[in-house]
Nanobody, 121 residues
């Protein structure tokens, strides 16, 4: 069982940066792939970024080059550094985990409660 708690959301202006954190509990954190998704009002949940247990990463085209995912296994925490934020990045951001990297990209087993990010123009 893995429990996830996100933090770091807030209200920022276009062009600003923000770093989200996701604290994971559970002894198998280091064996799970971790990822970030977001959901804007009226839209489906969207995959953003994922990181495997060995550190390999993949990104959605919409955020590649602006967002960076990283993990600190000693702290059981995964981060999402978001730069050059745009109003269209406004959404609830969710952390997710799964023992399979491939499954994580589509239907991860574990989800956090979400954190709101609002980008004003």
């Amino acid at each position: 069982q893995v429990q996830l708690v996100e933090s770091g959301g807030g209200l920022v202006q276009a062009g600003d940066s923000l770093r989200l954190s996701c604290a994971a509990s559970g002894r198998t954190f280091s064996r799970h792939a971790m990822g970030w998704f977001r959901q804007a009002p009226g839209k489906e949940r969207e995959f953003l970024a994922a990181i495997g247990w060995s550190g390999g990463t993949t990104y959605a085209g919409s955020v590649k080059g602006r967002f960076t995912i990283s993990r600190d296994s000693a702290k059981n925490t995964v981060y999402l550094q978001m730069n050059s934020l745009k109003p269209e990045d406004t959404a609830v951001y969710y952390c997710a985990a799964d023992s399979s990297f491939g499954v994580l990209l589509r239907t991860p087993d574990y989800w956090g409660q979400g954190t709101q990010v609002t980008v004003s123009s």
